[in-house]
Structure formats: structure tokens, C-alpha cells
């Protein structure tokens, strides 16, 4: 059983910095940060594989920045030049072979981000 547990969130305004982590209980392979604003759908943000792929939404390629410390068990989320729309509150997200983050798998309680103009 892997827990996970976000934090990091907070209120910044437009063009701030945030940086997430999220420590995981157990050992993970696959992990992913997802976000969920008001009324909308939840949606993936970025995602780091235990080799250290990476992949990201085209909303925040060249401003958030996925990372992990295999040896801590943490996975980070460096947020730069944060807009409004960038508000959200933001889970963190493990598996397992066969990944399918978002779908299966672990959940944190999440952090919220504000992002004001």
C-alpha cells in the first residue's frame, strides 16, 4: 500500500513561483502530478517514470519542471511564471507496472494552488 501526502500549495500572484512535493510511503515506479479546477475536468500536468521520463502538458512545458528523489521518496513540481488559469487544486499520482496514472492506482489528498492577477 503506497500513501502519498502534497504539500506546497499556496497563493501567489501572476509570474510567482510554487514548489510542490509530495512523499511517498512506499516505492513507486510510476508518478504523475495531476491538477482539477472548479467545474472542470481533472487533467494531467506532468509525469516522471522511475528512469526519469518525462512528460508534459503543453500548458506548461517551459515553465513546470517534474522531478523525483528516489532516495527520499519525494516527488516535486517546480511551478515558474504561474498564471490564473494555472489555479487548481493539485494531486500527486503513483502506480505500478502496468502504469496507467489517472486512471489507477494512488492518490494524494492534494494541495491547492492560487494564482491571482
Known amino acids: 500500500q503506497v500513501q502519498l501526502v502534497e504539500s506546497g500549495g499556496g497563493s501567489v500572484q501572476a509570474g510567482g513561483s510554487l514548489r510542490l512535493s509530495c512523499v511517498a510511503s512506499g516505492y513507486t515506479v510510476c508518478t504523475a502530478w495531476f491538477r482539477q479546477a472548479p467545474g472542470k475536468e481533472r487533467e494531467g500536468v506532468a509525469r516522471?517514470?522511475?528512469?526519469?521520463?518525462?512528460r508534459y502538458a503543453d500548458s506548461v512545458k517551459g515553465r513546470f519542471t517534474i522531478s523525483r528523489d528516489n532516495a527520499k521518496n519525494t516527488l516535486y513540481l517546480q511551478m515558474n511564471s504561474l498564471k490564473p488559469e494555472d489555479t487548481a487544486m493539485y494531486y500527486c499520482a503513483a502506480d505500478l507496472p502496468p502504469c496507467q496514472l489517472g486512471t489507477r492506482g494512488y492518490w494524494g489528498q492534494g494541495t491547492q494552488v492560487t494564482v491571482s492577477s
Open positions: 516522471i517514470d522511475w528512469d526519469g521520463s518525462t
